[in-house]
C-alpha cells in the first residue's frame, strides 16, 4: 500500500465553525507533513512531524492545530478561520532520514476547503 | 533557504523530447535534487532525484553538471498525459530547503 488518503475531499466551513483534516497513512513512514496550497502557487510547507515529534512549524497561524496520534495518522484542526485560509491542503508522508538517503514524499490527493 | 529557479511555462507536441532546467545557484554540498509533477487538484508526484552526473528511470531523466549548479529534467517522447507543472526542490532529507518548493513550470504538451 503505497498511498496517503485524505478525509474528507471537500470541506465548506465558516469563519466560527470547528473542524478537522484527517489523513492516513500504512507505508510505515516516520516523517508527515501538511501543506498549503493556493489556486496556481506552488506548496507551502506548514508542519512537519518526525516520530510523532512536532519538528517544524512554519510559523502558521494557532487557528490551525497539527496533531499526530500515532504513526500512521496525522490531523489538522481549524478553528476561526478566515476566507483567505481557502486552499487545498495537502498531507505527505515520507521515511525518515535514512543515512545519506533523501525522502520521497508521498502525496494524498489534498483536502478542498472553503472558508465562508 | 536555497532558491531554485525554473522557466514559468513550456509548450510542447506530443512525441517530442522536453527538457526544463532548473536553477540553484547556492546548492549545498550534501542538497540532493528532485524533480516532482503535479496535475491539476492533485497532490505532487514524485519523478526523480539525483545528486551528480545522471540518473534515469523509467519516466525520466536528470541530468546535473559537475558544478551541480542547475539541472535539467528530460521527459522523452511526451504525450499530452505530461501536461503538468513540473517542480525542482533542492535540499537534504527532511529539512526545510528540501521542502520549499519553486515556482514551477507549467508544461503543456499539444496534439
Known amino acids: 500500500d503505497t498511498e496517503v488518503t485524505q478525509t474528507p475531499k471537500h470541506l465548506v466551513m465558516g469563519m466560527t465553525n470547528k473542524k478537522s483534516l484527517k489523513c492516513e497513512q500504512h507505508m510505515g513512514h516516520r516523517a508527515m507533513y501538511w501543506y498549503k496550497q493556493k489556486a496556481k502557487k506552488p506548496p507551502e510547507l506548514m508542519f512537519v512531524y518526525s516520530y510523532e515529534k512536532l519538528s517544524i512549524n512554519e510559523s502558521v497561524p494557532s487557528r490551525f492545530s497539527p496533531e499526530c496520534p500515532n504513526s500512521s495518522l496525522l490531523n489538522l484542526h481549524l478553528h476561526a478561520l478566515q476566507p483567505e485560509d481557502s486552499a487545498l491542503y495537502l498531507c505527505?508522508?515520507?521515511?525518515?532520514?535514512?543515512?545519506?538517503?533523501?525522502?520521497?514524499?508521498?502525496f494524498g490527493p489534498g483536502t478542498r476547503l472553503t472558508v465562508l | 533557504l536555497a532558491k531554485t529557479t525554473q522557466p514559468i511555462s513550456m509548450d510542447s507536441y506530443e512525441g517530442q523530447e522536453v527538457n526544463i532546467t532548473c536553477s540553484h545557484n547556492n546548492i549545498a554540498t550534501n542538497d540532493y535534487i528532485t524533480w516532482y509533477q503535479q496535475f491539476p487538484s492533485q497532490g505532487p508526484r514524485f519523478i526523480i532525484q539525483g545528486y551528480k552526473t545522471k540518473v534515469t528511470n523509467e519516466v525520466a531523466s536528470l541530468f546535473i553538471p559537475a558544478d551541480r549548479k542547475s539541472s535539467t529534467l528530460s521527459l522523452p517522447r511526451v504525450s499530452l498525459s505530461d501536461t503538468a507543472v513540473y517542480y525542482c526542490l533542492v535540499g537534504l532529507d527532511t529539512g526545510r530547503r528540501a521542502l520549499t518548493f519553486g515556482s514551477g513550470t507549467r508544461l503543456q504538451v499539444q496534439p
Open positions: 505527505a508522508s515520507s521515511q525518515d532520514r535514512d543515512r545519506g538517503w533523501y525522502n520521497e514524499q508521498f
